[in-house]
């Protein structure tokens, strides 16, 4: 069975300060692998995805993640964080293409991301 | 081009009352999932639905229940509600042949 860690539960930075937001995942099969963003209220936006090609995935909102198959890590990172960026952050794992379509995502349980002035 | 939209975005239920939920799903798109997202919890799989049937189910009790239609709208029941029941629905669309889904803004289920 898949299953998804997100190894932070609240990760507060400063505004302009880098920031890395880890997830790690275990799977028997070739996955494909998200992260997506929720906003207070809201439901959830994709920020990038990784199907296959070059590890490092660029996202929207200058947000970036690399596929480490060995370490079983797709962790998320952004050079320079604004306070527009506090939310939740979720990493997914799906088994894409089993079936010929679209698979379950399992889901961590989340990375708040809280930016300070 | 319209998103994913559900209704209604919040609804109060009693403890043992029924409820459907409602989402119409993104332009283009064949596939229905929905999730339960309980407060502080990642997003949980309930099940899929693709061609007016249901695909795949996650761990869920056999009180959830849904129903696609011929365009590709969808329906979420629960019966017999519990406490425990509530939590954001958030329901998903997404076409058989590409990679990634489209989230509504969710359902926030209060059960009292």
């Known amino acids: 069975a898949q299953s998804v860690t997100q190894l932070d539960s609240q990760v507060p930075v400063f505004e302009e300060a880098p920031v890395e937001l880890r997830c790690n995942y275990s799977?028997?099969?070739?996955?494909?692998l998200f992260w997506y963003v929720q906003y207070p209220n809201q439901g959830l936006q994709l920020l990038l995805k990784?199907?296959?090609?070059?590890?490092l995935v660029k996202g929207i909102n200058g947000f970036e993640a690399e596929f480490n198959k060995s370490q079983t890590s797709f962790h998320l990172r952004k050079p320079s964080v604004h306070i527009s960026d506090t939310a939740e952050y979720f990493c997914?794992?799906?088994?894409?293409?089993?079936?010929?379509?679209?698979?379950?995502?399992?889901f961590g349980k989340g990375t708040k991301l809280t930016v300070n002035p | 081009d319209a998103g994913v939209t559900q209704s209604p975005t919040h609804l109060i239920k009693t403890r043992g009352q029924q409820v459907t939920l409602r989402c119409s799903p993104k332009?283009?798109?064949?596939?229905v999932s929905w999730y339960q997202q309980a407060l502080g919890q990642g997003p949980q799989f309930i099940f899929q639905?693709?061609?007016?049937?249901?695909?795949q189910r996650g761990n869920f009790p056999d009180r959830f229940s849904g129903h696609q239609f011929p365009n590709y709208s969808s329906e979420l029941n629960v019966n017999a509600l519990l406490l425990g029941d509530s939590a954001l629905y958030l329901c998903?669309?997404?076409?058989?042949?590409?990679?990634?889904?489209?989230f509504g803004s969710g359902t926030r289920l209060t059960v009292v």
């Open positions: 990784y199907l296959s090609g070059s590890t």
């Open positions: 639905y693709y061609e007016e049937e249901e695909r």
């Open positions: 332009s283009g798109h064949d596939t």
């Open positions: 799977s028997s099969v070739s996955v494909y």
């Open positions: 997914a794992v799906s088994d894409w293409g089993t079936q010929g379509g679209s698979e379950k995502l399992v």
């Open positions: 998903a669309s997404g076409a058989s042949e590409t990679y990634g889904y489209t």
